[in-house]
């Protein structure tokens, strides 16, 4: 669980000064009171509590990227610790460090999606999302009309301007012309139809949306304390610990890609997915930010992300974006792509295609 | 974009950390989180009683596979887990449980040289029905004597395989340009057959499909087109989808991809009973 390269690329000693130094140096008053109100919401100072202990050391913990090695070790320990005694199995919580060389890119083929929401629940199995209130997907599908193309020749002289008493207003458009149109306008989407349905319907089309992992991430520059950040191969994590939960990524992000823990997660331990990453699936708690990863508990692995594995139509494709013999490099090369809200200028990694 | 921490972050940092570190733990309280998570446990115990174990993959009935617990033993994974809604296979725990490799494959001199040194595939021999009806697979029935080998291509009525092809004087693939005996051999029913007479395992059908239908058959070399799971890295070992783990070869024209079911949406937004907003405006304008 040792990691060898930091998480960013960035030199140590340009950090002059971490949370924990600072508190050491001045904040020793307010950490102990802080300590001392936590302790006096209800665990004894004797507690033979193991989460006592830790929740405390929690509490002091810095900013995971600029912590020393016996630092970051230590934490993971407390972490392995308490999800293990938690969900009654052996969790391990990884720090595997980013990959050398490497951009995660995604690509999805909405000629291909069928809507089926696999990908939906296998990132839930895979990311250890609550389960009940609150429900938390990273995903979301949206079923988007074809738009109405059923021209009718007795409309073919409709459309002229109403008149009133004012005279005649608007603007001629043809007959045909009040009906909503298709493409890819999220107005008409809609994300909660129901599981009863089978799908595809043949008068809608797919287009799953998660995190799009942008190379110019608003939610990274609106986040007050850099709890959430862009890792050298490109993929925006968090720092659960370090998140103040003041939600302003999720404001911030133009692709509703953020989920924030309301409730404490409810994680059925038997469901407990018990590989984990720091920065990936390791269970939240309440008050936290979440989302997609691209599962950086396996593709830092060289494993593929569970949305894509769950896909049965194959619509799902991921790999390095600095290969050009990768899938997704080929489907760039090759296919008619589109970014989701190219507008942002937000970059992202995450891209559309059909064909 | 570097993470360093000016001081006036730092400042920043304390006060929000203080402000919401003290909310926390007013919400927090040790005890209540205790009380909750016996709760969950309870509620975890009643709604996920037994897990479904016969699930399917991507073609109902045809990619069925079997539910293993413990296949990977290091975290208790078990080989797959199933939608409780459809039985659909959600998640992997071991990506290549039941895989054989993919077997010979023309060589292709490009630089993808198709990625085939670590390919695995799931075998489709033992998902056809008639393929397990007796010891010699479809010859069984099909040696010359007990079902007589057709003299020609010629389509015809067929009385046997409704289940599989309903008419088989229409059959839903290529639009009459082609019939039985364009894929399966007439003397060897084992194999399926191209149209230069070369026999291929049914474990392998991208060989006969590839042959009418290069261009997907191009793109299903390269991954993109079909699925590949395992590892993302050019080179790795990877499990790929034949080509009927996806199409029915005989029902092509009515369904490319037959539909499945939906797996279960979230739950409408807060305070909503449902989410009829969504369909607001739907057919105005």
């Known amino acids: 669980m040792s990691d060898d390269r930091a998480e960013t690329n960035n030199k140590k000693d340009d950090v002059t000064t971490s949370r924990r130094d600072f508190l050491k140096n001045i904040g020793i008053a307010g950490a102990s009171t802080l300590m001392a109100?936590?302790?006096?919401?209800?665990?004894?100072?004797?507690?033979?509590?193991?989460?006592?202990?830790?929740?405390?050391?929690?509490?002091?913990?810095?900013?995971?990227?600029?912590?020393?090695?016996?630092?970051?070790?230590?934490?993971?320990?407390?972490?392995?610790?308490?999800?293990?005694?938690?969900?009654?199995?052996?969790?391990?919580?990884?720090?595997?460090?980013?990959?050398?060389?490497?951009?995660?890119?995604?690509?999805?083929?909405?000629?291909?999606?069928?809507?089926?929401?696999?990908?939906?629940?296998?990132?839930?199995?895979?990311?250890?999302?609550?389960?009940?209130?609150?429900?938390i997907h990273w995903i979301q599908v949206m079923k988007i009309p074809k738009g109405n193309f059923a021209f009718t020749a007795d409309k073919l002289n409709d459309g002229y301007p109403k008149s009133s008493a004012f005279?005649?207003?608007?603007?001629?458009?043809?007959?045909?012309?009040?009906?909503?149109?298709?493409?890819?306008?999220?107005?008409?989407?809609?994300?909660?139809?129901?599981?009863?349905?089978?799908?595809?319907?043949?008068?809608?089309?797919?287009?799953?949306?998660?995190?799009?992992?942008?190379?110019?991430?608003?939610?990274?520059?609106?986040?007050?304390?850099?709890?959430?950040?862009?890792?050298?191969?490109?993929v925006v994590v968090i720092d659960y610990n370090w998140c103040i939960g003041c939600r302003m990524c999720q404001l911030a992000c133009p692709y509703q890609a953020r989920r924030f823990n309301w409730g404490e997660p409810n994680l059925p331990p038997e469901e407990m997915n018990p590989k984990t990453h720091y920065f990936g699936n390791r269970p939240r708690m309440r008050g936290v930010m979440e989302k997609c990863t691209f599962c950086v508990q396996r593709t830092r692995e060289g494993r593929n992300p569970a949305c894509l594995e769950a896909c049965p139509v194959g619509a799902r494709k991921?790999?390095?974006?600095?290969?050009?013999?990768?899938?997704v490099r080929k489907i760039l090369a090759t296919k008619k792509v589109f970014r989701f809200k190219e507008e942002m200028s937000t970059y992202p990694k995450f891209f559309y295609y059909i064909g | 974009m570097k993470p360093q921490i000016a001081p006036t972050t730092v400042i920043i940092v304390l006060a929000l950390f203080a402000?919401?570190?003290?909310?926390?733990?007013?919400?927090?309280?040790?005890?209540?989180?205790?009380?909750?998570?016996?709760?969950?446990?309870?509620?975890?115990?009643?709604?996920?009683?037994?897990?479904?174990?016969?699930?399917?993959?991507?073609?109902?009935?045809?990619?069925?596979?079997?539910?293993?617990?413990?296949?990977?033993?290091?975290?208790?994974?078990?080989?797959?887990?199933?939608?409780?809604?459809?039985?659909?296979?959600?998640?992997?725990?071991?990506?290549?449980?039941?895989?054989?490799?993919?077997?010979?494959?023309?060589e292709v001199t490009d630089a993808t040289r198709g990625d085939f040194v670590n390919a695995v595939v799931k075998p489709r021999e033992p998902r056809l029905t008639y393929f397990n009806m007796g010891p010699d697979g479809c010859a069984t029935c099909h040696n010359?004597?007990?079902?007589?080998?057709?003299?020609?291509?010629?389509?015809?009525?067929?009385?046997?395989?409704?289940?599989?092809?309903?008419?088989?004087?229409?059959?839903?693939?290529?639009?009459?340009?082609i019939w039985c005996l364009d894929c399966h051999s007439a003397t060897n029913r084992n194999k399926l057959v191209d149209r230069q007479g070369r026999e291929f395992s049914f474990n392998q059908p991208q060989r006969l499909c590839g042959s009418c239908h290069g261009e997907v058959y191009i793109d299903w070399r390269e991954g993109i087109h079909g699925k590949r799971i395992g590892a993302w890295a050019t080179g790795g070992k990877k499990r790929w989808w034949v080509c009927t783990e996806c199409h029915n070869p005989h029902t092509v024209q009515t369904n490319r991809f037959n539909p499945i079911n939906a797996e279960l949406p979230p739950p409408p937004p807060k305070g909503m009973k449902n989410a009829d907003h969504e369909r607001v405006g739907q057919n105005e304008h």
């Open chain 1, 37 to 135: 109100g936590s302790a006096s919401a209800g665990v004894p100072a004797d507690s033979p509590d193991p989460d006592a202990e830790s929740t405390a050391a929690e509490w002091l913990q810095g900013h995971f990227v600029l912590m020393s090695e016996e630092d970051k070790k230590e934490a993971i320990n407390r972490l392995e610790k308490r999800y293990t005694a938690k969900y009654d199995k052996k969790t391990t919580v990884a720090n595997t460090p980013p990959l050398e060389g490497v951009l995660f890119g995604y690509a999805l083929n909405i000629g291909k999606c069928i809507g089926c929401r696999r990908c939906v629940h296998a990132c839930v199995q895979e990311n250890n999302q609550s389960r009940t209130n609150p429900v």
């Open chain 2, 144 to 177: 010359g004597t007990m079902v007589v080998f057709p003299k020609d291509k010629k389509p015809r009525l067929i009385t046997m395989h409704q289940d599989i092809v309903a008419n088989s004087l229409q059959l839903q693939h290529g639009r009459g340009a």
């Open chain 1, 318 to 327: 991921f790999g390095n974006l600095l290969d050009p013999e990768s899938d």
């Open chain 1, 167 to 234: 005279g005649d207003y608007g603007v001629q458009v043809g007959g045909n012309a009040y009906a909503p149109v298709g493409g890819l306008a999220t107005e008409h989407a809609q994300s909660y139809y129901s599981a009863d349905e089978m799908v595809p319907d043949k008068d809608y089309f797919y287009v799953p949306v998660q995190c799009q992992q942008c190379e110019k991430p608003p939610c990274v520059k609106a986040c007050p304390v850099r709890a959430t950040f862009r890792d050298p191969n490109g």
């Open chain 2, 19 to 106: 402000v919401v570190a003290g909310g926390l733990a007013l919400v927090g309280g040790l005890d209540t989180q205790k009380a909750k998570s016996t709760a969950v446990e309870e509620q975890a115990k009643a709604t996920d009683a037994q897990p479904v174990t016969d699930c399917f993959e991507s073609r109902v009935a045809y990619t069925a596979v079997t539910r293993t617990e413990n296949i990977v033993p290091q975290y208790g994974y078990p080989n797959i887990k199933c939608s409780p809604k459809t039985s659909g296979v959600l998640w992997y725990g071991d990506p290549f449980d039941g895989t054989i490799p993919m077997g010979e494959m023309p």
